[in-house]
């Protein structure tokens, strides 16, 4: 069961539930009582945070700082990390009469992050449109998107985010995606390009997660099918020199950004449910995975500024920012309802009709439901990876590049808002 797979302490629809025997996680049968009284203890707590969440919002005195708008849905990640004044990042505050406060990071789009000689490499700048240009007034508005223009939107995939939104692609918009569905599947190797239907998800038979699957991508002209209405990697560098090098088709890049110490977590959790046959790795703790070698380094900057192994400096960052500045839509998994209607008016499929949000609404709260369950189970094994504590402090060592970056985008995010139509979701 995923209970068992995720040696989680938790009733499993059958019955069963993890319990420490030996030293180690063994799955025990609970009797019909025993489960009845669990439900019971859990509905009760969930109530009791519910009355008490409610209280600090009405109580005299009170600060209402986790107050959400019904149209926005703020605080919806379960690890829920503000350490963005670390980084010149004052985070979105209420005042008492329930007033949303924007955060600000004092950045313009017409400021650019790079000066002398540092540059953002040529071919990017040629080969991915610019997302905003100078409006009549002196201002900046959105690049106005055509499809028939031979631009292709393209998602950089980022690890322990990019699937979730690939999945809202590829259900709820109904795009037909170039992305890594064929990854180890025989149709990904086939000598001509087409669309298969994968339980009612379409995809171009292309393995876009690897390079040598770019390059066969890039042999049968994927570019020029126009059998794909997204593009979907992690390697856009890459892409950029093979798929999009010809002045007929360019890029219009996306993402949306995850909390770094979050997705090293997440990182973890996928790391023990894929080596359940190895006890060794199975059993690595946090604090352990953070010090070794399967545990990524300042991931964001590399792939943005193309530096695989060697080491990433300072300008890099600076660098990567300007790349952001200039050549994403920024979005936000803990604001991931306003990100990806931002994402889908931007590219013209927004369609505000109830089975589009209900498909949208079901997919982000089974995401939500496993981000709770991950968030659980490290804290069940380490106590605490709150900020301040020593699992957030060997993470951030291991991501301090990559933290400058990401509150740089959420800053982005906040500056790209004010050019779209308020929320509709």
Known sequence: SK?????KMA????GATMQAKGGERVLMKVSAFR???????????ALLICVIGMAACVLPGSTPTRYIPDQMKKTSSAFDYHDGANYGYN???FDDGNSEQSGKYNLQHDEPMISGGITIPPYIDATFVDTFQPSDDGGFELTPFLATSGEYPFFWRVPNVGSRIENMLVSCVKAVLATSAFRDDERGAENALRVYNIEDRAYVNVDLSQTFGIERAS???LADSGLADVFVSPHFNYVAHKLLSSPQHKGRMFTVFRHPIERAIVSHSDFIKKHQADSRLAQMSLAEFAQSDYSSKDWLTRFLVNKR?????WEDVQKAKEILRKKFLIGLYDRVEESMERIERYFGWFRNGPLERECHQNLIAAERAHDTEDYMYEVGQEGSID????????MLKNNEKDMEVYWYAVGLFE???????????
């Open 91 to 93: 985070e979105t505050t």
């Open 387 to 394: 900020i301040g504590s020593e699992v957030y402090g060997l």
């Open 3 to 7: 209970i068992k797979e995720k040696k």
């Open 309 to 313: 192994r060697e080491r990433v400096t």
């Open 415 to 425: 500056e790209q808002g004010k050019l779209f139509p308020s929320l509709s979701w």
């Open 35 to 45: 489960q009845s009284l669990s439900k019971k203890r859990a509905a009760s707590g």
């Open 219 to 221: 042999d049968l002209n």
């Open 11 to 14: 009733i499993d629809p059958d």
